[in-house]
């Protein structure tokens, strides 16, 4: 009988908008209702893109907050209450997201997708790549939206406007899972790319890992006397340095063989510096710091 | 008769408002009108900090470009046009500054004070520490308010609010002169700080300098094929990389020991954290990250 309601209503509306088409995603759980967790609820939830959204947390008090606030439509701190769900967002720290996604490929029901927002993907696509139960299927996301800010609070529904969302190719997956899961990140107003895991973690541990541990190391370094004089430059080189410790250790160590090759590469630039610095060559500092400058330059350039 | 119309004007409306009270700087002469002299000259104009401002340079179109935007009354490429100065803040390139002061202090007035806005203190205090013409003095200063922009279209005549200017405390200078200096910026809206020109070189080594190069390397170890996937993270943290590279050359030359100091300062954090990472120490890892962030977040909580 209620269903029979709905259809006679969709069927109505659909006439004037077609706002009433049935949502992308019945059920969105969203796992770790944190900053991004929280944002990727609230743009699915202000784009009509899930019907209904559920919040899966550890601390019954901030879920209960996140709900008030309108992120979630349900908030729980059972697994189980990822049952109907149709798309899973496991948005918990890269060390935990593997067994996160076990445990809630566990309650689902077969078709369901399982994806993750972790900034580390060969790791946990190899461990999950096998021994899923039949039918549910798990494929790795990583939207470049994070931000040194944490928890709900900070939620934003447009964080992922714009932004790139990396999508993995996982051998286990299926096409129609991966196709499923770019149109989401694309109507949540991400730009997709799809990589391997093992790209992905190439390339992130120099875009996002060494700036992260060169900016730790900069803030380290800043003498307690000289922070007064710490201005907008150096404010902004260390912005990153604020995220929490404990997410990025578990980042480092799950990357840590690529971050480690990062870091030789910026330390032969470091090298080439210092020597034109210590033999005061004017001309070839110069070079360096253009070669810098026009790098830099094209980076707001490319139209992102 | 213009004088005494003008006196008129100005007895009467001193009943109304105190702005008719004669100008803190009867004539201001800014010498390289770029992003900060452009924004000197606009600041002191719209705060009716001077009764009138001439723009020196090199450049006459762009001179006759930024006194048609209103950021000078005067333009001229000839450096006698700051004979009428009381004031005289040189802008250009650090390895200019003292061969400019020079030539400015040959043709002005006595009382006149003159100062600058480079990035580096030591070596251009101590080239002007004497022979300056009778009665025309040197103080230095470095408001903490450059940019990686540059020329008189970035202009901002808030540029100064609430950032830190250093004065120079310069042994041959009276101390009337470094008074008279501190509340011409003070009107700017900056918060001065008084110190030594080497303690300000020490200093900026650590808090602008290091960063800048830290920034460049960075920017250059990022390789093409990467860029699509560097985020909000990697672009913060190189923003400065853009800026003017032979500006910035000529800045790591004239305080090259002290950067090089800052440098093996930032190495020894650096190979701490290499360390941690070649052992996988994760508690180590996470300690040495909580450190960096407690460090970055008390910049914020300064209050500035």
Not at 114 to 133: Q, W, Y
Not at 196 to 213: F, G, I, K, N, Q
Not at 234 to 240: A, C, H, L
Request: aromatic content about 4%; hydrophobic content about 45%.
């Amino acid at each position: 009988m209620e269903i029979a309601n709905r259809d006679f209503y969709n069927a109505d509306a659909m006439i004037e908008s077609s706002s009433a088409s049935p949502p992308f995603v019945s059920t969105l759980a969203i796992v770790g209702v944190g900053l991004l967790g929280g944002s990727i609820a609230a743009a699915a939830k202000g784009r009509g893109l899930a019907g209904r959204v559920v919040g899966i947390g550890r601390d019954a008090a901030r879920l209960e907050q996140a709900r008030q606030r309108g992120l979630v439509d349900v908030a729980s701190t059972e697994i189980d209450a990822a049952a109907e769900a149709d798309l899973v967002v496991v948005c918990t720290p890269v060390n935990r997201i593997a067994a996160d996604v076990r445990k809630v490929a566990a309650v689902c029901r077969a078709g369901t997708l399982i994806t993750d927002v972790g900034s580390v993907k060969g790791s946990i696509c190899r461990e999950l790549a096998s021994g899923l139960p039949a039918g549910i299927e798990f494929v790795g996301s990583h939207p470049l939206a994070g931000s040194e800010k944490s928890g709900f609070e900070a939620t934003d529904p447009n964080l992922l406007e714009g932004r790139v969302c990396i999508v993995t190719i996982d051998e286990s997956a299926s096409v129609a899972a991966r196709v499923r899961l770019r149109e989401f990140w694309s109507r949540l107003g991400a730009r997709v790319i799809e990589m391997s895991p093992e790209a992905h973690d190439h390339v992130l541990a120099e875009t996002s890992h060494l700036p992260h541990l060169a900016a730790a190391v900069l803030a380290s370094t800043l003498q307690d006397e000289h922070r007064p004089l710490a201005a907008n430059g150096f404010r902004d080189s260390t912005r990153i340095a604020a995220g929490d410790a404990n997410l990025w250790a578990a980042i480092f160590l799950a990357n840590a063989d690529e971050v480690e090759q990062a870091l030789e590469r910026y330390e032969k630039v470091w090298r080439e510096f210092r020597q034109v610095l210590k033999t005061r060559d004017a001309t070839a500092l110069r070079d360096l710091l253009a070669k810098a400058r026009d790098s830099r330059l094209k980076l707001d350039h490319r139209g992102a």
